[in-house]
């Protein structure tokens, strides 16, 4: 198990809710749809990444496996 202080859990909790807002805000204006793509790949790569960590307690992490798909 890895171990994580209660304000580290809660800053990946944050980073996490981050990336969850930015996928569902959808592709600004402007943005070329390459440059999307790959944000939206960074994203979503950085929810797998931090839902498979086992330092979670009883963060809801329902919208970060939905935005991870």
Known sequence: MEEQT???????YSAM?????LIDAGQP???S??????????N???L???LAKDFWTDED???SIAASK
């Not at 749809?33 to 960074?42: I, K, M, P, T």
């Open 44 to 46: 979503k790569e950085h």
């Open 33 to 42: 749809d390459a440059d999307w793509a790959d944000c939206l790949s960074r």
């Open 17 to 21: 809710l981050d990336s969850v807002a």
């Open 6 to 12: 209660v304000a580290e859990i809660a800053q990946h």
């Open 48 to 50: 797998v990444i931090m």
């Open 29 to 31: 204006d402007g943005e």
């Open 61 to 63: 992490l329902k919208s």
